[in-house]
């Protein structure tokens, strides 16, 4: 533009090279004028607004396994949007890598309907064990598990209720302390695809003040617990609304912060079962963007996002396609760059199928090299799933030894 000048302060930071690091609360970003810097350690780059970045102190929560925007991590700075941007010099090794511990959802279809006595959770000790397979992985230096259960499930009702069932959310948590023994981060998932029998949540169904209930009734029970994760809902589908749906996300996000757990991640998810390719197109990131905490801040709150590699991104095929980084992982990161914020895969996975293997390493490691958006991967699944399964991650046992499947050594392992 004729007659604009780069202010003082920028044109220092840019002489002084990609490698220049801003100074404890000092200046990081903000419009017109964009760079990409990192701040001094210790300190990471906050969104203010969209004319001001600072360089602030990073609050590690207690007992991290790895610190999250500690030297040597990341964290995205807002960027100019209308360029590709490429991730800072920290990237290249997402902070979680985790497995799905499934069976509590068993039963669930995408229409929300669940009779509870078909769920099949695998608290063990004998099989399915569960506990046993999240301490294999945890030795392996995964350090998430993603705990998915039926709404039904855990009220131990066919009608919809927010009220806890001792014996079926008892067993439910008893898999979830047996991951945080690990010292795992544990994610809690409401699997229903934003229905109950049917009915959308907020949207002809159960009422946004019932679903907040819910998740008030949960996050009590974790509140003092910082390695609990709070994922709002598995893929919702065919919403008639994704602006209604942002505001029955806000009121669980509420509800969360309000029983408590004020620092916990909390995983937002978006329509079109929150696909990574579709997230920005069908507007599910830009609704998503205006849910926040009560103080009006975005912190720890994480956009959830899903891919598979197969012709139709199912999860169903046992031939993989792609590594689906042009087509959805790569224009989601430029989104989140842009705008400052962060998503988790937490489903993807894949055959022990050749394709799967090359395209599935090939994805996970693209996410590691922008570690700055991507907060890391959670692989579908293992838990009730018998080794047979075609996406199964499901460990075989004997003798004292597990052996992993080839999709999980190949790809999954953190390196």
């Known amino acids: 533009m004729a007659g604009f ?6 044109s220092l930071v840019l002489a002084a090279g990609a490698e220049a690091q801003i100074a404890a609360y000092g200046q990081c970003g903000g419009t017109p004028w964009c760079f990409n810097v990192d701040c001094q350690p210790g300190y990471t780059c906050s969104f203010q607004n969209a004319y001001y970045s600072q360089c602030v102190p990073i609050a590690l929560p207690p007992g991290d ?17 209308g360029v590709t941007n490429s991730p800072p010099s920290c990237a290249g090794q ?4 985790g497995i799905n511990i499934a069976g509590c959802d068993f039963g669930t279809d995408t229409t929300g309907t669940q009779t509870p006595s078909g769920a099949y959770c695998p608290i063990g000790p004998y099989n399915p064990n569960g506990p046993g397979q999240m301490t294999h992985f945890a030795s392996e230096n995964f350090n998430i598990f993603r705990l998915p259960t039926g709404w039904q499930y855990i009220i131990n009702s066919v009608n919809p209720s927010s009220t806890l069932d001792p014996t079926n959310f008892g067993n439910y948590n008893s898999l979830v302390q047996a991951c945080l023994s690990t010292g795992a981060y544990c994610l809690i998932d409401i699997h229903n695809y934003a229905r109950f029998n049917g009915a959308i949540v907020g949207q002809g ?33 065919d919403l008639p609304s994704v602006t ?6 806000q009121a669980a996000v509420t509800a969360i912060r309000n029983a408590g757990a004020t620092s916990q991640l909390i995983l937002l998810p978006g329509n079109d079962w929150t696909g990574a390719g ?16 009560p103080d009006g801040s975005y912190t720890n709150l994480i956009f959830d996002v899903h891919k598979y590699l197969d012709s139709d991104g199912s999860g169903t095929g046992t031939i993989c396609v792609g590594d689906q980084v042009s087509t959805a992982f790569a224009p989601l990161a430029q989104w989140l760059r842009c705008n400052g914020r962060q998503a988790i895969l937490s489903e993807t996975g894949g055959s022990s199928d050749p394709t799967c293997l090359t395209y599935l390493c090939s994805a996970v490691s693209f996410l590691n090299a922008n570690s700055d958006i991507y ?29 992993d499947m080839p999709i999980v050594t190949t790809c999954l392992v953190p390196k």
Not at 94 to 97: D, N, Q
């Open 5 to 10: 000048k780069i202010p003082i302060f920028v």
């Open 65 to 81: 396994l790895a610190p999250y925007g500690a030297p040597g991590t990341c964290t995205p700075t807002p960027q100019n949007c």
């Open 205 to 237: 169904g159960p009422s946004n003040a019932l679903f907040a209930q819910l998740w008030a009734n949960i996050a009590t029970v974790y509140a003092s617990n910082s390695k609990v994760v709070f994922g709002i809902m598995n893929e919702p589908h």
């Open 94 to 97: 997402v902070r979680f890598a």
């Open 244 to 249: 209604t749906w942002a505001a029955t996300v």
């Open 278 to 293: 579709t997230f920005v197109t069908d507007g599910s990131g830009p609704a998503l963007q205006s849910v926040t905490n």
């Open 375 to 403: 907060l890391g991967y959670i692989g579908w699944a293992a838990g009730s799933f018998a080794v047979g399964y075609n996406l199964g991650e499901t460990p075989s046992y004997s003798n004292g030894v597990w052996t």
